[in-house]
Nanobody, 123 residues
Framework: VHLVESGGGLVQAGGSLRLSCKVS????????IGWFRQAPGKEREGVST????????VTSDSMEGRFAISSDNAQNMVYLQMNNLRPEDTAVYYC?????????????????WGQGTQVTVNS
């Protein structure tokens, strides 16, 4: 299983970015994808997760209303739309895949991880 993130970059506060995660090698049709982030000096935290079979999603309360996860199952792509970005959103963003098809921010449940993509938000 291989996950590759893209779409990170430098953006001004108030701007938007859409991160992409290409999932390959996953033979299951029913699994969960999560977006996580790790800011400098902080622990990694869950951002948003999605179950591929039914499209159910959950987004962290602190990002609800600004961030949204979605998927294109035909293309094996998962996206994270980030709007109204703030300097505190600066972090490395990771996508991860879990063989358990339910919503969770528990990192131990995610067996496969991408390499991460840097998002930097300037004030």
């Amino acid at each position: 299983v291989h996950l590759v993130e893209s779409g990170g970059g430098l953006v001004q506060a108030g701007g938007s970015l859409r991160l992409s995660c290409k999932v390959s090698g996953f033979t299951r049709a029913d699994y969960a994808i999560g977006w996580f982030r790790q800011a400098p000096g902080k622990e990694r935290e869950g951002v948003s997760t999605l179950v591929t079979s039914d499209g159910d999603t959950v987004t962290s309360d602190s990002m609800e209303g600004r961030f949204a996860i979605s998927s294109d199952n035909a293309q094996n792509m998962v996206y994270l739309q980030m709007n109204n970005l703030r300097p505190e959103d600066t972090a490395v963003y990771y996508c991860a895949a879990s063989e358990d098809p339910f919503l969770s921010f528990e990192e131990s449940g995610y067996k496969y991880w991408g390499q991460g993509t840097q998002v930097t938000v300037n004030s």
